[in-house]
């Protein structure tokens, strides 16, 4: 393996439809010889988000990391480190599964839940998987640019993301999602 795509986002296709990547942008936390791991950006899951406030005690909006090991909860956050076990994006962004400390830090007022991004399971490529789903064009990588990956996001994410690139992005962002309706 020559190359990371580790900070890079993931633009699905047109291509793929009909599952949970259908329109999705990834982010890819991890990306090494043994595979890449990443989370969905923009697929809320609303049933879940509106249990979760009863659980953390605070409204939470939770997404769909991606289809793998969906009872693991995955927390982005923005600033400073709250806990020693994390994963750095960049650096202003970090990964981790410390439920714990990032409760304990909202409810200490340490760090706003404005600060914080909630996801159920994630996105996962064995070796070399996702460098063939790249030459396959599932998906286009697109260098970070200003995304605050805690922000609240939906589709209009995928469909911003695809007008900015522009040329034949721009005709993807504006296809039906069954573009055998096009």
């Given at each position: ?15 793929v439809s009909g599952d949970i990547f259908s329109r999705s942008v990834v982010l890819i936390v991890d990306h090494n010889e043994s595979g890449a791991f990443g989370l969905i ?142």
């Amino acid at each position: 393996m020559n190359y990371s795509y580790k900070g890079k986002i993931l633009i699905s296709t047109p291509d793929v439809s009909g599952d949970i990547f259908s329109r999705s942008v990834v982010l890819i936390v991890d990306h090494n010889e043994s595979g890449a791991f990443g989370l969905i950006l923009n697929k809320k899951n609303q049933n879940i988000s509106s249990r979760l406030m009863s659980a953390f005690g605070f409204p939470v909006e939770l997404y769909e990391g991606g289809p793998v090991e969906n009872e693991r909860i995955y927390f982005i956050l923005k600033g400073e480190k709250i806990t020693p076990e994390f994963i750095e994006i960049n650096h202003e962004f970090y990964l981790t599964e410390d439920i714990d400390s990032v409760i304990s830090a909202v409810v200490n007022q340490e760090i706003s839940v404005a600060d914080i991004k909630v996801f159920s399971g994630y996105s996962g490529w064995s070796s070399l998987q996702l460098e063939g789903e790249l030459q396959r064009k599932l998906w286009t990588i697109v260098d970070v640019y200003n995304l605050d990956y805690t922000l609240p996001n939906d589709q209009g994410l995928w469909k911003n993301i695809m007008q900015n690139l522009g040329g034949e992005f721009l005709l993807w962002a504006n296809a039906p999602e069954d573009v055998s309706l096009n």
